[in-house]
C-alpha cells in the first residue's frame, strides 16, 4: 500500500506541529542530495482505521531569497514525485503570500490530490478569511489548527477519502 502523504509549505506555517499531531512521534530521516541538505521526517499515522505515512519537508538551507524559493520548489516537486497525497499548508495569519502562490502554481500541474490546510484557524473568527485561499485555485481546502486540533477531523476523513 502506498499512502504516503507530504506536508509542504512555506517555514513557519506549521508543517511540522501539523506533522507531530498527525504522528505522535517524530522518526528523523535525513538525506542529502544535489548540495542541499534537507531533512525529510517520516512517520506513521492512523485514522479510522487506515494506515498512512507522513513526511513532513522541513529543514530549509535559507541564506537568500533565492536559495529559500529554490529549496521550497525542489521540496515540492519531490513531493509531487514520491507521494500519493500531497497536503499544502498555509497560513491564515500571514495571507496568500507570493510564495504561496508559487506553489500553488506547481501543484495544479499535478494530478495528484491536493489537500489544502489553510492552518492557524484556532477559532471560528478565522474561517471566513480562510476562504481567500481559494484564490491559489486549489479546491479542496480545510480550515484547521494544528496547535489545537480544530478542523482536522474533517481534513482527515477526507484524506483517508483520496487514497
Ligand atoms: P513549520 O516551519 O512549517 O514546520 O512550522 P512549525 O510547525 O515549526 O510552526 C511554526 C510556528 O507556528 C510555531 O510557533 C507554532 O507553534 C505555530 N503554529 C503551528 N500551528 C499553529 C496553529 O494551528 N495555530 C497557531 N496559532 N500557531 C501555530
Ligand atoms: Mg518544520
Redesign the pocket.
Known amino acids: 500500500m502506498g499512502n504516503l502523504v507530504a506536508i509542504v509549505?512555506r517555514?513557519?506555517?506549521?508543517?511540522?506541529?501539523l506533522f507531530n499531531r498527525l504522528t505522535g512521534t517524530r522518526q528523523a530521516i535525513v538525506n542529502e542530495e544535489a548540495g542541499v541538505t534537507r531533512d525529510r521526517l517520516y512517520g506513521k499515522a492512523f485514522w479510522n482505521g487506515v494506515e498512512f505515512s507522513v513526511v513532513d519537508t522541513?529543514g530549509y538551507a535559507t541564506n537568500s531569497d533565492d536559495i529559500f524559493e529554490e529549496e521550497i520548489r525542489k521540496q515540492v516537486l519531490i513531493a509531487i514525485e514520491e507521494a500519493d497525497v500531497i497536503v499544502f499548508?498555509v497560513d491564515v495569519i500571514t495571507g496568500v503570500t507570493d510564495y504561496d502562490e508559487g506553489v500553488a502554481e506547481l501543484l495544479r500541474r499535478t494530478n495528484k490530490p491536493v489537500l489544502v490546510l489553510v492552518?492557524?484557524v484556532?477559532n471560528h473568527d478565522r474561517i471566513p478569511e480562510a476562504s481567500y485561499f481559494y484564490s491559489m485555485g486549489l479546491e479542496d481546502l480545510f480550515p484547521i489548527?494544528?496547535?489545537?486540533g480544530a478542523g482536522t477531523g474533517e481534513f482527515l476523513d477526507r484524506l483517508v477519502e483520496v487514497f
Open positions: 509549505g517555514p513557519n506555517v506549521g508543517k511540522s506541529t522541513g499548508v492552518n492557524k484556532d489548527s494544528s496547535i489545537n
